[in-house]
């Protein structure tokens, strides 16, 4: 990856055969003058490739990636925020959001917005992983990849955990990597064949607006007691337009994000090391941690000590 002029210029490798090593681990780090830089570390093996970036930027940046041979990504937007510039129609890509997309053989076009210590994950597919993972499907048939952006899953973000979090290497980090990326892609498939099957929303798009506002308050205020009521009050909707659209928009309940988020932050905590349980449940909102550490072993089938050890 190297700078040019005004933009960043991003050489993807060729994920077809006998174009890279059987297994590799990098890491590029990319200063942008004084606009900001980008981190990427890279896990490359049998057509696939596993990217996770951190990146800083001070002002917008265009990136242009070149795209060598065919690929499905699997592209998951964890904060920041960026613009897939297409010929028809621009792509937003928000925080919280992936796509699930086919690239050709081309160069793509990103406008980057401004960001502090913003991130996203990338998985890239090559041809012959595409032909083994979906049977008598062809990557030929973009079509049904419909290049919509959609709301990331407590589920999805679990995964995405434990794929940057993995302390797993060699053959058996490679069956990791694999297996998990393949609950990944089977969840983005389902979600946008869902939305396919469906009615688009219901609701007027100041609502909808209204409905990011909420899912974004619950981050901020993760340790603070909020009622729907409330917080459909705190953003100026009716609390029953606030639980529907909720569950339309992001699959899942307000109370049911509520919990993933803060087992996810909890889990997040645990790894970094930092604070003991005690401290962790009073920094997500538990007064109680006996209650925190029953919710966790609930969602994760194991209690914070453990993990934490």
């Given at each position: ?21 059987a297994y590799t681990e990098k890491e590029n780090i990319i200063g942008c003058n004084s606009d900001g830089h980008f981190s990427f570390l890279e896990t490359s093996f049998d ?263």
């Amino acid at each position: 990856m190297k700078q040019k002029t005004n933009s960043i210029l991003i050489e993807r490798e060729n994920l077809q055969n006998g174009f890279f090593s059987a297994y590799t681990e990098k890491e590029n780090i990319i200063g942008c003058n004084s606009d900001g830089h980008f981190s990427f570390l890279e896990t490359s093996f049998d057509n696939l490739q596993f990217i996770h970036c951190d990146y800083t930027l001070f002002d917008s940046k265009d990136v242009c990636v070149n795209i060598d041979s065919e690929v499905l990504e699997m592209h998951f937007c964890l904060s920041g925020e960026s613009k897939l510039l297409k010929k028809n129609e621009d792509v937003l890509l928000k925080t919280g959001h992936h796509m699930l997309r086919f690239q050709s053989s081309q160069q793509q076009e990103i406008l980057m917005s401004p960001a502090e210590k913003a991130r996203f994950y990338e998985i890239r597919i090559g041809f012959s992983h595409f032909e083994k993972l979906m049977g008598d499907f062809c990557p030929h048939s973009s079509g049904m990849f419909s290049n919509t952006p959609f709301a990331i899953t407590p589920e999805m973000y679990a995964i995405v955990s434990q794929l940057t979090n993995t302390a797993y290497s060699g053959q058996m980090k490679t069956l990791f990597l694999e297996a998990k990326m393949t609950e990944l892609f089977l969840l983005q498939l389902q979600q946008q064949r869902q939305f396919s099957e469906k009615k688009t929303f219901s609701f007027k798009k100041s609502d909808k607006d209204k409905i990011y506002d909420a899912r974004q308050l619950l981050k901020e205020h993760l340790n603070e007691f909020v009622t729907i009521s409330r917080l459909a009050q705190l953003v100026g909707i009716n609390k029953r337009k606030l639980a529907l659209g909720f569950k339309e928009i992001f699959g899942y309940t307000v109370y049911q994000y509520i919990i993933d988020l803060k087992m996810q932050t909890a889990k997040s905590l645990l790894l970094d090391g930092n604070m003991n349980v005690n401290e962790i449940a009073y920094h997500i909102g538990y007064q109680n941690s006996q209650h925190f550490i029953s919710a966790f072993k609930r969602k994760f089938g194991i209690s914070p000590g453990k993990m934490k050890a």
